[in-house]
């Protein structure tokens, strides 16, 4: 049983349905917010950029793509100087020199092309070069370069109008009028440059850019590159590369450097960085510029593919990396490299490249390396647990959605949604297949109008083959028909299809519908019934009236008892209402009395000129007499009268306030009923609390309904669980089977693990 070292991730899992990518990890799917999703993985994550990637410096690695060794910059420094200016037979050998790697490696050579130090197009290249050094011994690389590109730039020219006419016929069968216009005129500029009729140099890049730019749809954009992208370079063309070089080169120099550019080791990213892989070392392996070029952004699944051997190369490389970290080539940070990258592949390529991770020969590193799988294994046994229990909580989960009584509509709702989705990408497809179809189609057509002529007026000896191949681009353009009306034919019975589902789905949509909208209105209801009952306490309008109504009796009582006491006096006819002397001097006593208490109570008697306790006491003493005089005046019947004049308009005032306080309270009054009116009238038949349990089980069943639309999702995550827990489980079994985990400690962390009851 072999082990994939994958990274395992833990998602804690809830009902909200939208997936995220942080920091190059999958997330919860189900997260409300970040706090609810929890990522755990064993890989060094540290930031690193691909030109600080140290692998890349270790001398005479093989490229685990293509399997040819790969050229630091101080083997290309070293390379460079050694072809120098050379010519002729010396240049000869020393170009095939390099055609051996063990030339550079000091060892016996893994190469079984012949290639060596070089890539298959450079090989060609390098080739021709000597072939061209017999032809011209006296040359060096610049010399032959630009010899030989004289003879190419027809030849370039050629293959150049080949991508033109291409370019050309599409234009005419896909556009019509001032577009098409516009786009032929832009073509022949640049014939014109391509012949040399312009004052500018035609430029590949700048050619495809600008014919890019000049359409509008995506579709015609990715339409036009498949053709622009077809104009020949010096990467992949050998007229392209003599005519460039022998233009932009100014040194032999810089030709040789050419040959082995694409030796260079690179940092190939195993996840793409537009599939979310990151620039840190667990995502890293070292490939060479040629390598990582062709890739572009294949998966590693499918570039695996297209390698035969890759396996056991990778292998190979992640050996030859052992050896440079035990001998410490590299920094403390690369001690984990390794089982990171094994990690990674097995991860992946979902188990299908599972890589032996070599034993650690330097003591030191060794020691360490057991440190820290003992510490791996314990974070993946309590990981494994959590994993186990988070998969029980989405089957419980799922299973609950099950219960729901109308579980089977809503899931075959659902069902329909996700099918008419399908259709409609495999309609799109279709659409744009047939379209490269139909561009095909008039290509042959014309071809073979070209082609019957040329039979017509063919010898005898030359018609065979000619008839041959006008039979074979008639049964080619037949077939193309026949895929054109096939296609058609399936678009026609997705469409059908479609307007099927559509049908069944309207009374799954008007359901749904129905009980969104009522959710909707008691939502409403509610929130409206609760906002009236809010308002109905801010008012409390009857404790409000009956504390104003005691203050008001409060008030007409002292008026009255008042009233009384002034109307006695004057009976008893003992004052005079119109003498107001007793009640003057009683105002002035009090206002004395008031002047010597602020005295005395700014303790500071100094500005009188006097002893300050001195003038303290003759004060108090003043203030004593004052205040006897008072109450021998509020006892006479005149004051008395007077002070009960006064109390009646101060208590009258009051009362008055308070009266209209209560008209305020009586229109509040009336506000608050009509607000219960209201609310009785809303809630009709139900009580308030059954409005409120009625619009929160809506709102929940409309909750289960969207989560049973986006049960795929759900299921997809359970069985992506699933798989993470067999891949802990197997992860455990490959951690008992190193070489270095063999004693007895190890076996003993190593028993918990049964994963036999998972499934």
Not at 285 to 295: F, H
Not at 470 to 493: P, S
Not at 719 to 732: A, E, V
Request: some cysteine.
């Amino acid at each position: 049983m072999k082990i994939n070292l994958s990274t395992i991730k833990y998602f804690a899992l809830n009902r909200a349905n939208q997936t995220q990518r942080q920091n190059g990890f999958v997330v919860n799917p189900f997260a409300q917010n970040q706090r609810d999703s929890v990522e755990i993985s064993f890989k060094a994550t540290k930031y690193c950029a691909t030109q600080d990637f140290q692998i890349k410096d270790i001398p005479n690695l093989y490229c685990p793509a293509c399997g040819l060794v790969m050229l630091n910059d101080k083997q290309i420094g070293a390379y460079i100087k050694d072809i120098g200016n050379k010519k002729g037979e010396e240049l000869i050998e020393t170009l095939e020199k390099y055609e051996d790697d063990s030339v550079v490696t000091g060892k016996p050579s893994r190469d079984k092309t012949g290639f060596g130090i070089y890539r298959p197009y450079k090989k060609e290249v390098v080739d021709l070069y000597k072939e061209l050094a017999r032809e011209n011994p006296d040359e060096d690389l610049l010399g032959l370069t630009k010899i030989h590109a004289k003879r190419c730039i027809e030849k370039l020219i050629e293959e150049q109008m080949v991508v033109i006419e291409e370019l050309q016929k599409y234009i005419e069968l896909h556009y019509k009028g001032d577009e098409k216009d516009v786009l032929l005129e832009k073509v022949d500029d640049y014939i014109k440059q391509i012949k040399g009729e312009s004052d500018e140099t035609f430029a590949r890049k700048k050619f495809i850019v600008a014919m890019r730019n000049a359409v509008n749809s995506t579709r015609e954009k990715n339409e036009i590159d498949a053709i622009t992208n077809k104009m020949p370079t010096s990467e992949n063309d050998i007229n392209s590369f003599f005519v460039k070089y022998a233009r932009k080169a100014e040194s032999s120099k810089e030709i040789a450097t050419k040959f082995v550019e694409q030796s260079k080791p690179t940092a190939e990213h195993l996840r793409p960085k537009n599939a979310g892989g990151k620039n840190n070392l667990a995502n890293y392996i070292c490939d060479c510029a040629d390598c990582n070029q062709k890739r572009g952004h294949t998966p590693f699944t499918e570039w695996l593919q297209t390698l035969p051997g890759f396996e056991q190369r990778l292998q190979q490389y992640i050996d030859d990396v052992r050896v440079a970290i035990d001998n410490d080539e590299l920094d403390d940070e690369y001690d984990t490299y390794i089982e990171n990258i094994v990690e990674t592949i097995a991860e992946i390529s979902e188990g299908e490249i599972i890589l032996e991770v070599p034993e650690v020969l330097n003591p030191e590193k060794n020691e360490a390396a057991m440190r820290r799988r003992k510490n791996e294994i314990e974070k993946l046994k309590a990981q494994n647990e959590q994993l186990i229990k988070t998969k029980e909580a989405l089957e419980a989960e799922i299973a609950e959605l099950e219960k729901y009584p109308n579980f089977d509509d809503v899931d075959e709702h659902r069902e329909i949604n996700e099918s008419i989705e399908v259709i409609n990408q495999e309609i799109e497809q279709l659409n744009q297949k047939s379209s490269q179809l139909e561009g095909a189609k008039y290509r042959l057509r014309q071809e073979l109008n070209g082609l019957e002529s040329i039979v017509k007026s063919a010898s005898a000896a030359d018609k065979p083959s000619l008839q041959a191949r006008y039979d074979a681009k008639a049964k080619e353009l037949e077939d193309t028909e026949k895929e054109i009306d096939r296609n058609k034919d399936r678009v026609g019975e997705l469409k059908r299809r479609k307007i099927r589902l559509k049908k069944q789905k309207k009374g799954f949509v008007a359901s749904e519908e129905a009980i969104k909208t009522r959710c909707e209105q008691f939502r409403v209801l509610a929130l409206k019934i609760k906002e009236l009952r809010e308002r109905i306490d801010r008012l409390n309008y009857i404790e409000k009236e009956a504390i104003l109504l005691d203050r008001i009796a409060e008030c007409k009582n002292e008026i009255f008892e008042r009233e009384v006491q002034n109307n006695q006096i004057i009976y008893d006819g003992q004052i005079n209402p119109s003498d107001t002397t007793d009640f003057n001097k009683y105002n002035r006593l009090n206002d004395l009395k008031r002047t010597a208490e602020n005295i005395l109570k700014g303790k500071d008697c100094k500005k009188f000129g006097a002893n300050s306790g001195q003038v303290r006491e003759i004060i108090e003493m003043g203030r004593q007499s004052i205040e006897l005089q008072i109450k021998e005046l509020a006892r006479l019947d005149s004051v008395i009268y007077f002070l009960n004049l006064n109390e009646i308009k101060a208590q009258q005032s009051a009362k008055e306030k308070l009266e209209a306080k209560l008209a305020e309270i009586e229109e509040v009054k009336a506000q608050s009923l009509a607000l219960q009116a209201e609310v009785a009238q809303l809630c009709g038949d139900m009580t308030e609390d059954e409005v409120a349990q009625e619009a929160k089980r809506l709102q929940q069943e409309t909750r289960i309904i969207s989560d049973i639309h986006a049960l795929s999702a759900k299921r997809n995550m359970l069985n992506h669980l699933k798989k993470m827990i067999r891949k802990n489980g197997i992860q455990f079994k490959k951690l008992e089977d190193y070489k270095n985990l063999r004693n007895n400690e190890y076996e003993e962390i190593l028993s918990f693990i049964d994963v036999s009851n998972v499934f």
